[in-house]
Each structure stands twice: as structure tokens, then as C-alpha cells.
């Protein structure tokens, strides 16, 4: 069997490499594309084989797929951008005569409200329309979109957001990466994945445990979500992401980034990564 893994080279790819070596599968049988190959290296050195993938070249993807059998395909980060580069790759993978393709959609894609999803609904319906088995794996919020603003609310005393009492399913990359393996080696065709952290949270808990953990005082300031999105432009989020973000938190506000499936914990065959745990890792 030989697996292609697309976008490798992003934080969720390079995470997900080592998941298949973990799942038995030898280096030699996967393919790992990027533009930029040079993060790859290490992977190289261990017998996988690196290919250049760019969504914006089809010959790239052409190149990639052949002789693969199955495709990891991790969504694209040009907002604005991935409708006509997404096609790319499944046109190519349905000219390849892949046997199975899943795809890093978003959680409740199809009938979220939140915009960040446009996009990854348009993908979903292309791969419907391909006819290719597939395998859609909607991630819930990534746990680290709010780890990594724990050094400036530890400067600032508060975690700035507009989700309001709303509740998260945010999950690790690290469990996302695992849980995506394991669908995708076990995938058929047709199966959909809802995948959120086990204990969702309000960004108030999520700081009364940086608190708890650090011993510093850290609060939650919620903002109207358009004071929320020129702060996030103030920091230096470029337009749209500055917008979508701030939409996002709006999405959180009423619950649709709230994900009960049960899925991910599944997949892992144990529980997800804890609240308590995310914040000890992320403070290390």
C-alpha cells in the first residue's frame, strides 16, 4: 500500500507521519508532499519519500498520486484560494484511480454557519461528485489556536475572545494527527467523522486553568464580535482571517463548534487530550 500525505510539511502533516510509522506502516510506503521539502529531511532520512506538492500545480499532484493508493488530503491554508486548488487534487487523485481519499474537512461542515467552513463544504461536494471512496474527517478547533495566545495572556492578564459562555470542542493536533491515521487505514468510503476534544470548555475555564497552572492571575474578556475582529487586526491578523476568526468565536458563542459524536475518542480507542493536560504541555 502506498499513502500519499498532502501538505506534510504543516503542523498537522508533520504530526501525522509519524502516526503512520506508529500504525505499522513502513516508511518506504509513504509519499510526503510540500512545496517546500526542506522541513521534510528528517522524514527522508528515515525512508520516506518526499515529493513536491503544490495545490496551485496540478502537474505537481499528477506526479504525487501515481501509484498511490491512498490519500491523505489535508486541507489547504490559502483562504480565499482553495475552492479552484482543492478541485486540483481531487481531479488528480480521481485520475490516478486512488482507492481511497480522505479529506481534513471542518466540524458540521454542512450545516455550520460558521464562514471558515464555506470553502471546506465546496471540497466536500466535489469529492461526492468525483466518485472517489472517501472519507471525511471534520475537525473540531484545534487546541492550539488557543495555547498559543497563553504567553500574551500571561503578559496581559486576560484571554480576548467573543464566544461569550459558549462551549469548545477543541482537540489536539497530536490526537487529530493519530485519529486521522486510523480512519484513513481503516476507511472504506462514505464514512464521516465529527471529531472534538471529549471536554469542551468556555474560554473563562480555559483561563481559570492557565491560572491554576501558572499561579497567575488570568481572566476572560469577551468582546462584541466586531471589536473582537479589529482587536485581531490590531495584532496583526490579515483580512479575511482577522474577519473568519471573529466569526469563528461568534460560531463558538452558539454552540457550533460544540462536538458530542464521540468520534475522535473512538478513533484513538482512548480519550482525548484533557484541558488540564493541553495547558501543562503547552506551559512546558
Sequence with gaps: MTIVVTAATGQLGRLVLPALLKHGIAAQQIVAGGRNLAPLKPFADQGIQLKVIDYNRPQTLTQAFEDAERVLFISGTEIGRRIQQHQ??????????????????????????????????????ALKAS??????????????????????????GAIIGAAGSGRVSA???????????????????????????????????LAAEVSRQTGRTVGYQDLPTEEYQKVLSSIGIPPPMDDLLADADRGVKEGELLVRSGDLSHLLGRPTTSLADIIRRALL
Design 88 to 125: 486540483n487534487v481531487v481531479d488528480a487523485a480521481k485520475a490516478a484511480g486512488v482507492s481511497l481519499i480522505a479529506y481534513t474537512s471542518v466540524a458540521r461542515c454542512d450545516t455550520t454557519t460558521v464562514r471558515l467552513a464555506s470553502e471546506d463544504l465546496v471540497t466536500e461536494n
Design 131 to 156: 466518485g472517489l471512496p472517501t472519507v471525511l474527517l471534520r475537525h473540531g478547533w484545534y487546541a492550539e489556536n488557543y495555547t498559543d495566545q497563553i504567553p500574551a495572556a500571561l503578559e496581559s
Design 171 to 205: 482537540a489536539t493536533r497530536a490526537d487529530l494527527a493519530e485519529a486521522d491515521v486510523v480512519a484513513l487505514l481503516n476507511g472504506k468510503g462514505g464514512e464521516i467523522y465529527e471529531m472534538g476534544g471529549d471536554q469542551a470548555f468556555t474560554l473563562a475555564e
